[in-house]
C-alpha cells in the first residue's frame, strides 16, 4: 500500500487539478465525473493514512492511551 504522505500528495493533486479545470472553464462532463470520484478518493487516502505501517509506534500499557509516538516527559503535562 502507497504510504501517507503519498496519499495525501496524490489527493491534493487531484483536488488542485479538479480547481484548475473548473478555472479554465472545461466542458462540466471531466469536472463532474472528478467530483462524483472525489468521496472515495478520500476514503482511499483515508485507509491509506491509517494502515501505513512505516513508522513504528510503542505498544501503550493496559491503563495508558494518548500520543503514542511522544514520551510523557516530552508533553509537560503530568
Known amino acids: 500500500m502507497i ?9 491534493t493533486l487531484y483536488v ?19 467530483i462524483a470520484a472525489f468521496p472515495f478518493v478520500l476514503v482511499w487516502m483515508v485507509i491509506c493514512i491509517l494502515k501505513d505501517t512505516s513508522k513504528p509506534y510503542p ?3 493496559e491503563h495508558e492511551w ?9 508533553l509537560g503535562l503530568f
Open 66 to 74: 494518548g500520543y503514542r509516538d511522544k514520551n510523557r516527559d516530552e
Open 16 to 34: 488542485v487539478t479538479y480547481i484548475i479545470l473548473l478555472y479554465v472553464n472545461i466542458p462540466y462532463n471531466p469536472v463532474a465525473y472528478l
Open 3 to 11: 504510504s501517507a504522505k503519498n496519499a495525501a500528495i496524490v489527493v
Open 59 to 61: 505498544e501503550l500499557g
